[in-house]
């Protein structure tokens, strides 16, 4: 794995240098406008996330640590202090497993960047066109760094690892950091740098923290870096920086070059996908082409047995064990199983949060279609550029019937319009607020651009103030 030859020349040089130095008009229209919509994405997963225990336990468990403070939690009567808000609004973000991926770095950036902006914004009156630009250019690190090498293969969570970097950049940004305070700040994060995949095991909450963990952490590491803390300069690739020390013998795979490759020219959140389906992207495409298959007329009766094509890398995440994934034991493992999302899709003929309540869980017709799919690799797999799915369903008879997606929606190549999203937060507000205080909400979010004080347009994510 090359390596760089001094601090000057580092990642963490050039990455404090683009984030301190790249001015609001350089980013893009189209990418201005985009931004408050994955904004708005993750704020309606979060206002949906409020319905469940892990977010009212994770809430009172903070609250009892430090009390009340000036920053709103997402779609929750309260306000805390700017790292416990970001530590519960990551967890809302993130907490149904339905926000935004960029496919690249297998990362969901949003979770973590914008609920450490949001907190920035409120320590420092930034207005909303400051917070825009310190979320797209966090984003726009954490993507690259996500895509520098596969976390997944070795057991890592990179939403949690890596988001880490770009929340104390972004946070950085907003608190006024120089380019070399920008550099000790990733330095410092790179002890702080967590996210295991333990959680595929047990369905565990440990997940659902990671993105709110990160954002914690950057902004901590920022304000230390603000005040003369002194980080490690080579936080990336020295000898004991991430991808060494994380990657162990599959550090030779990274790519360090992508960190750094397009900045100011390549805009990753373009990149950056919208979830359609509340489940791990890596399952997608096979859900769709189920949804397919049986709009074509498919006897679910008649099937002997369904083979779904996955890309190699994700077999760990989404296949395995199987007999887990063919009967999972909670919502969060039925997320990351394409056994059963596939047969939620072919028995209810949709894929919506009503397909991973306990109902469907134990539904007899969906367990059983799950029993009769098996995976095998896709050899022609686009993967990391797209996450594509097949399903191949032999019936009764001995007949074949295919389906293949080859690029999953919401992937670059096809991504779902500023209108979809819209209409996917509309459905994920609705479960929790009424469409008036939804519009309210969307209305902030949208035009967050435009408010001269980002903090006083974003009060009304908290119900308290609507």
Not at 264 to 283: D, N, Q, R, S, V
Not at 303 to 329: G, M
Not at 413 to 419: E, T
């Amino acid at each position: 794995m090359p390596a760089t030859d001094s601090a000057t020349n580092s990642i963490a040089a050039t990455l404090a240098a683009f984030v301190a130095d790249t001015p609001d008009d350089a980013i893009p229209a189209e990418v201005r406008t985009r931004a408050p919509h994955h904004m708005l994405d993750a704020v309606g997963i979060a206002l949906a996330s409020t319905r469940y225990d892990f977010a009212h336990k994770t809430l009172t468990a903070l609250r009892g640590l430090a009390g009340e403070g000036p920053v709103p939690v997402i779609g929750m009567p309260a306000s805390l202090p700017a790292r416990d808000a970001a530590t519960v609004n990551g967890l809302l973000c993130h907490g149904l497993d339905y926000d935004d991926t960029h496919i690249g770095g297998v990362i969901h950036p949003t979770a973590s960047v914008m609920p450490a902006v949001l907190s920035a914004a409120a320590m420092t009156g930034a207005d909303g066109r400051s917070v825009v630009s310190a979320y797209v250019l966090g984003v726009e690190v954490a993507a690259r760094l996500g895509a520098v090498a596969r976390f997944h293969q070795v057991g890592f969570h990179p939403t949690g690892m890596i988001g880490v970097f770009g929340c104390a950049l972004a946070a950085g940004r907003l608190l006024g950091l120089t380019r070399a305070q920008l550099a000790a700040a990733q330095g410092i994060a790179l002890s702080m740098a967590s996210g295991s995949l333990e959680f595929l095991e047990d369905g565990a909450w440990n997940k659902r923290l990671h993105p709110g963990w990160a954002a914690a952490a950057g902004i901590t590491a920022a304000a230390l870096a603000r005040e003369g803390f002194t980080g490690v300069t080579r936080p990336y690739e020295g000898r004991f920086g991430l991808f060494n020390a994380y990657l162990g013998k599959e550090a030779g795979r990274a790519d360090l070059g992508i960190a750094t490759a397009g900045l100011g020219e390549t805009w990753e959140l373009m990149a950056t996908a919208i979830k359609p389906y509340p489940a791990c992207h890596f399952t997608h495409a096979c859900v769709d082409a189920a949804l397919e298959l049986r709009r074509d007329g498919l006897d679910l009766a008649r099937i002997r047995r369904i083979e779904a094509l996955v890309p190699e890398q994700v077999v760990k995440t989404v296949c395995e064990p199987e007999a887990n994934k063919k009967r999972p034991s909670n919502s969060y493992d039925a997320q990351f199983s394409v056994p059963f999302l596939v047969a939620a899709a072919l028995v209810r003929g949709r894929l919506t949060l009503a397909e991973l309540e306990n109902d469907a869980l134990g539904d007899a017709a969906i367990l059983d279609i799950a029993s009769k799919v098996s995976y095998r690799h896709d050899p022609d797999s686009p993967f990391p550029k797209a996450y594509s799915g097949e399903l191949v369903i032999t019936l009764d008879d001995g007949r074949e019937l295919r389906h293949r997606e080859h690029i999953n929606r919401g992937a670059a190549d096809r991504p779902l319009s500023n209108a979809e999203i819209v209409d996917k937060y509309r459905g994920n507000a609705a479960m929790t607020v009424n469409e008036t205080a939804a519009a309210r909400i969307a209305d902030a979010v949208l035009g967050l651009d435009a408010s001269p004080r980002a903090a006083d347009s974003l009060s009304v994510l908290s119900p308290s103030v609507r």
